[in-house]
């Protein structure tokens, strides 16, 4: 029988051997864990003092279960009052049911949006992954043009069924749309609904740029899953790919990784460390320093990039002194 003593001693070697913790699956938590395995990597969400809040408030216990991961002390399940927290938020509404990793990871920033008090410091998170577009709406019967500005928080690229490149699913979705028959829009100008012509384009980019590889499909109520390879690289330079003016070179720090099917599957996590840059592979407790994280994907067809997490190049980043929870 192994003594509560030597857990923690066998806990905190791993700790430190690896410099990352890995994380207990509590009724399938592993898509949470996934995702704190990537906050964890988002260094500037740590920096933020947040010290006030009750059971429900997410921000407060995100920035306690980081701390602890980060920390040295010996925590068997640093997580557990993040994912109450969670629960409290009626969020995993069942337990034991898969969950759709950016759903939740919307969610959260959603929630810590909504709950803080600190209004500034609520945008000021928000607008670490907020990335701006403006829609254009063109009526084909009186070419007027409804123009509208909006923004989300993580890109959705639809996977096709084939193979796929990262920069040739973000150039179809700034491809122009032809919107017709249920789809089509109502023109203020005509006072109809008529068929329309949407484009979007690119306003702002965040410094944190989280995309979300659609690769769920639904039809006739059940849901699969489109295993095909995404390419991606490890740095990417919007300005070339989509003729932006602006340039805005990023480098990939976490990748989410689903593997099996859609109604049954798991999450795992890869996150590169801020300080050695070294890859990092967490799968729940199970955690792999000097992961390689191309070969992985090229190996194994049934694990599949899911959600990547970039960081914009060349820029001092700190919070503003003033902010504070
Ligand atoms: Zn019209």
Request: charged share 20%; hydrophobic share 35%; net charge positive.
């Given at each position: ?7 923690i ?51 407060l216990?995100?920035?306690r ?15 557990r009052?993040?994912?109450?927290c ?18 939740v ?11 803080m ?28 043009i ?12 639809y996977?096709?069924e ?21 789809n ?6 005509c006072?109809?609904?008529n ?12 410094r944190?740029?989280c ?22 690289p ?17 480098t ?13 599957g ?19 407790s ?32 700190r919070?503003?002194?003033e902010?504070?929870?």
């Open positions: 029988k192994t003594s509560f003593w030597t857990k001693c066998c806990y905190l070697t791993l700790v430190t051997l690896t410099g990352m913790r890995g994380l207990s699956n509590y009724c399938l938590s592993c898509c949470v864990n996934s995702l704190l395995q990537t906050f964890s990597a988002t260094w500037e969400i740590a920096v933020y003092n947040i010290n006030k809040g009750d059971a429900r408030n997410v921000a216990h995100l920035k279960v980081l701390e602890a991961m980060r920390g040295d002390l010996p925590q068997l399940a640093p997580h009052d993040f994912l109450h969670l629960d409290q938020n009626r969020f995993r509404r069942k337990i034991n049911v898969q969950h759709d990793a950016d759903e990871f919307l969610s959260i920033l959603n929630l810590i949006h909504q709950q008090d600190n209004r500034v410091l609520a945008g000021e998170i928000q607008d670490l992954y907020k990335i701006s577009v403006e829609t254009h709406l063109q009526c084909l019967k009186c070419n007027s409804q123009t509208e500005t909006s923004y989300m928080l993580s890109f959705p690229l996977v096709k084939d193979d796929n490149s990262l920069e040739g699913c973000m150039n179809s979705f700034f491809e122009h749309q032809e919107l017709k028959g249920i089509s829009c109502f023109c203020a100008h006072g109809t609904k068929s329309s012509r949407q484009g979007v384009k690119l306003l702002s980019l965040p944190i740029l995309m979300n590889l659609k690769r769920f499909r639904n039809s006739r109520g059940s849901t699969h899953k489109l295993d095909c390879r995404v390419s991606f490890e740095t990417f330079d919007f300005s070339q790919s989509l003729q932006h003016v602006f340039s805005c070179r990023y990939l720090y976490a990748v989410v990784v689903h593997s099996g099917y859609a109604m049954c798991h999450y795992t996590a890869y996150v590169r460390h801020r300080e050695n840059e070294r890859w990092y592979y967490a799968d729940d199970y955690v792999q320093r000097n992961a390689s994280l191309f070969s992985f994907f090229f190996f194994c067809c049934s694990r599949t990039a899911y959600m990547l997490m970039y960081r914009r190049d060349s820029e001092e980043w919070p503003r002194p902010l504070s929870g």
